[in-house]
């Protein structure tokens, strides 16, 4: 097995979680595609589990598996590459990004406990802690200015008014607006405050290569590994890496919920990471070129692409200090409203309308009828999420294609 730390993400994102001395020397990682592994005797069984469950007794560290919805072979091998990208110690992969979120909440929250997160938030999760958990008596509080400490402050008062703050969830940049969250002084705030809440960052617009929320002080990093890891429109997938100790329940509770991630879905997320890199760069050279055609179209009221930030401002701070792109998902606004965005979105040839980003293909999307559609329209509103705004991921064809097609369609509004 390779060493970590000696070398860059985009040869970790080759190498990392897999050795062919495992593997009876074949230079790619094979399928185990089994539900269950044999026992050497009844020690080992017994050994076996006292590990697994108690993290004690000659079989810790050992490659031993028991039942593949505990954990097998290529899930470890996702998981320790994974944690490599991130420079964690550890991470649990789980079947999706959202059974990631739920499992990050259920491990950590109890009724009459707090959660502050930061808004616009992924739609799935606004779900997850405002309409599922108040259910269970968790109360959720949110910010809506990243870069402002008093905003951000004042929400993590009303939280620990409500109850114990067990967790702050922050996005950034924040799904479908790139707002962007200042990650050192969210984990300053949280430095402070007795006990200490963990600081949660999904890093999905993002990703390991382009920014490195752990090396910031972040207790758990979650990643919707659908999206550029997996980068092909073809899976689903969600991992968070952090310190082991954090990171050994989730995967316990993993077991109980049974939201692990299959062999062969764990294969091709395997070969689809050991790309990431090529395709990230290339759907960023092409967001670039995609965003100044838009910032100058005259049927377009504003782009929130992160590489025009103005200098002087305290997000383009936050983006010199923590980001290391600009991405390639952000979002834009027709002139007009739902009727205009609608209009565009029929007339396009080569873009694909549907949810999701980070494939090779360019999807775009319309989020206030269709992610955030159960976000409440006042929530929306305040962030930015209104009927104009459309969400764009660009995908790798060539650049020039694609804005052609956003032309053609623009011109039909």
């Not at 108040?134 to 004042?154: K, L, M, W, Y």
């Not at 707002?179 to 405050?193: E, G, P, S, Y």
């Not at 329940?249 to 919920?257: A, D, F, M, N, W």
Request: include cysteine; hydrophobic fraction near 45%; aromatic fraction near 6%.
């Amino acid at each position: 097995m390779i060493d970590d730390e000696a070398y860059r993400p985009e040869t970790l994102a080759v190498r990392a979680g897999y050795d062919p001395a495992t593997g009876a020397k074949a230079a790619k990682p094979p399928i185990y595609m089994t539900s269950t592994f044999a026992y050497a005797s009844a020690q080992q069984a017994k050994d076996i589990h006292e590990a697994y469950f108690e993290g004690t007794g000659p079989e810790v560290g050992s490659a031993a598996h028991i039942y593949s919805r505990l954990g097998h072979p290529n899930l470890d091998m996702v998981e320790q590459r994974l944690a490599a990208l991130d420079g964690a110690e550890a991470a649990a992969v789980f079947n999706s990004g959202m059974a990631t979120h739920s499992a990050i909440a259920l491990a950590h929250v109890r009724p009459g406990d707090s959660v502050v997160h930061s808004r616009p938030i992924y739609g799935g999760t606004d779900g997850l802690y405002n309409n599922l958990l108040p259910e269970f008596g968790v109360h959720s509080f949110s910010f809506t200015d990243g870069c402002d400490e008093a905003n951000i402050r004042a929400a993590v008062v009303a939280a620990q008014a409500a109850g114990p703050l067990k967790l702050i969830v922050i996005e950034s940049p924040a799904n479908p607006t790139a707002a962007l969250v200042d990650i050192a002084l969210v984990v300053r705030i949280a430095a402070v405050i007795a006990p200490r809440p963990l600081v949660v960052i999904d890093n999905t617009l993002l990703g390991p290569l382009m920014q490195r929320p752990i090396a910031m002080g972040v207790d758990l990093c979650m990643t919707s590994l659908t999206k550029y890891c997996g980068g092909h429109s073809d899976l689903l997938a969600g991992g968070v890496s952090g310190r082991l100790e954090l990171i050994q329940p989730l995967r316990l509770l993993r077991t109980t919920l049974g939201s692990h991630l299959d062999p062969y879905t764990c294969w091709l997320m395997l070969r689809s990471m050991e790309t990431v890199h090529l395709r990230t760069e290339r759907a960023m050279d092409n967001a670039r070129a995609v965003a100044e055609f838009l910032v100058a179209h005259p049927k377009v009221a504003s782009v929130t692409y992160l590489g025009f930030l103005a200098p002087g401002t305290p997000q383009r701070a936050v983006y010199d200090r923590q980001c290391r792109a600009a991405g390639s998902t952000f979002s834009f606004r027709v002139k007009g409203g739902e009727a205009e965005a609608f209009r565009f979105l029929d007339r396009l040839r080569l873009l694909r309308f549907a949810v999701s980003l980070g494939g090779s293909e360019t999807l775009i999307t319309h989020p206030a009828t269709t992610t955030h559609y159960a976000v409440p329209k006042r929530q929306r509103d305040v962030v930015g999420i209104d009927d104009a705004t459309l969400r764009l991921s660009v995908g790798i064809e060539h650049v020039d294609d694609l804005i052609a097609d956003l032309k053609q369609a623009l011109d039909a509004v």
